[in-house]
């Protein structure tokens, strides 16, 4: 059986074999008025939290981001924190990967370090799926506590593994989970899914079992 690698919003953290993402919606919006209504012209910001690659040495944002304006540099036992200049990063929104150059006043390896990512992500949400194993399956999508359909609810390039929305997903309110399998295990990028919770569990255990009988092949 793969290991289940959970990148999940909000409050939950985890110690991850290969990848690590968590995102959240910003303090702006946390503090916004629940009955407001969302403006579909209006950026979303967001951030992420991730952490390098050990496979392959990369970091990968998975949700897009049409610019990102702060990138700092987190130590994940002591906590130290180290606030890159634009000039140290550079981002690929095609692959969502981040290459960062570390100045000379931070004592760590980038390997040691997580970061911390802030900027307007796309509207509707877009994701690149990180590591994919295509061989292992096609990979789970559910909006709103329901399984999506690809061509109504989202399309994929496979060549890209690019999921793009059709629907309006906000990524900082809206419950979403994607799954998908990667030689290290499967992995599950997801915001807002406890209103759904047992729904989401439904579909990703049969999702999952797919996965894992293509694998036995």
Not at 12 to 40: N, R
Request: aromatic share 12%; hydrophobic share 40%.
């Amino acid at each position: 059986m793969s290991e289940k690698i959970i990148l999940k919003f909000f409050l939950i953290s985890a110690a991850l074999f290969a990848l690590t993402f968590s995102s959240c919606k910003s303090t702006a919006q946390e503090a916004q008025d629940v009955e407001e209504v969302y403006d579909s012209q209006a950026p979303v910001v967001t951030y992420v939290n991730t952490s390098v690659n050990k496979a392959d040495g990369k970091i990968s944002t998975i949700l897009l981001f049409n610019s990102i304006t702060e990138v700092v540099a987190i130590h994940p036992i002591n906590r130290s924190r180290y606030n890159l200049e634009p000039g140290e990063f550079k981002y690929n929104a095609a692959t969502t990967e981040l290459s960062v150059s570390l100045p000379k006043s931070v004592p760590y390896k980038i390997n040691d370090l997580a970061f911390h990512i802030v900027g307007e992500a796309a509207f509707p949400g877009v994701f690149v799926l990180a590591g994919i194993d295509s061989l292992r399956g096609e990979p789970g999508v559910f909006f709103e506590g329901k399984e999506a359909q690809e061509g109504k609810d989202y399309s994929y390039d496979k060549e890209s593994v690019r999921i793009s929305s059709l629907v309006p997903l906000n990524v900082d309110k809206d419950s979403f989970e994607i799954c998908w399998a990667t030689k290290n295990g499967v992995v599950t990028f997801s915001n807002n899914t406890q209103k759904y919770k047992d729904a989401y569990n439904k579909f990703y255990n049969n999702w999952s079992r797919s996965i894992h009988l293509r694998g036995s092949n």
